[in-house]
T-cell receptor, first 109, second 112 residues
Framework: GEDVEQSLFLSVREGDSSVINCTYTDSSSTYLYWYKQEPGAGLQLLTYIFSNMDMKQDQRLTVLLNKKDKHLSLRIADTQTGDSAIYFCAEKGNNDMRFGAGTRLTVKP | GAGVSQSPSNKVTEKGKDVELRCDPISGHTALYWYRQSLGQGLEFLIYFQGNSAPDKSGLPSDRFSAERTGGSVSTLTIQRTQQEDSAVYLC??????????FGPGTRLTVT
């Protein structure tokens, strides 16, 4: 497809793991990103992965990349209420970044 | 250090009026981007500045939209004769050349 695609909503219970999935468009994209947007705020870079990597772990965050399927995922371990936000997947093009519509993560106590 | 700042944070304007949105990038960042985020939508690329090169305007939705970057730093996005469909959050980001982008908090524009 031509759009970066993400599911729009995800709801989990506090303490569970969250997995947010993304399908991107360009197999030659060199960097794939996850951004977090809290209510009323701008986007904050959460983590990124270079295209020659399959996995990147950063504390509670694990990014998995499947280049063959152009599939990117973000796993948040031990999800907390403070993780409630919109998570955007993005890929780096030549002069711009292509973003998905964002996945709204709701964490229930 | 200071991040990307944008002003105003909120702007309400009447249809047909012109508006100017301002972005102050992180000092030393040579690349500056403008995006638009409509309700429930992903980010839509508008325009990109890199150093002294001519800007990439390929994302501007109509000739009512224009942007400047003075002295390689502050940028203004101008929307002339605003329409209701221009209502959105306008996000600015900056980066060192082509790299991770750091976003400002955005300007929420409401056209009534």
């Amino acid at each position: 497809g031509e759009d970066v695609e993400q599911s729009l909503f995800l709801s989990v219970r506090e303490g569970d793991s969250s997995v947010i999935n993304c399908t991107y468009t360009d197999s030659s994209s060199t960097y794939l990103y996850w951004y977090k947007q809290e209510p009323g705020a701008g986007l904050q870079l959460l983590t990124y992965i270079f295209s020659n990597m399959d996995m990147k772990q950063d504390q509670r965050l694990t990014v998995l990349l499947n280049k063959k399927d152009k599939h990117l995922s973000l796993r948040i371990a031990d999800t907390q209420t403070g993780d409630s936000a919109i998570y955007f997947c993005a890929e780096k093009g030549n002069n711009d970044m292509r973003f998905g519509a964002g996945t709204r993560l709701t964490v229930k106590p | 250090g200071a991040g990307v700042s944008q002003s105003p944070s909120n702007k309400v304007t009447e249809k047909g009026k012109d508006v100017e949105l301002r972005c102050d990038p992180i000092s030393g960042h040579t690349a500056l981007y403008w995006y638009r985020q409509s309700l429930g939508q992903g980010l839509e690329f508008l325009i990109y500045f890199q150093g002294n090169s001519a800007p990439d305007k390929s994302g501007l939705p109509s000739d009512r939209f224009s942007a400047e970057r003075t002295g390689g730093s502050v940028s203004t996005l101008t929307i002339q004769r605003t329409q209701q469909e221009d209502s959105a959050v306008y996000l600015c980001a900056s980066s060192l050349e082509i790299g991770e982008q750091y976003f400002g908090p955005g300007t929420r524009l409401t056209v009534t």
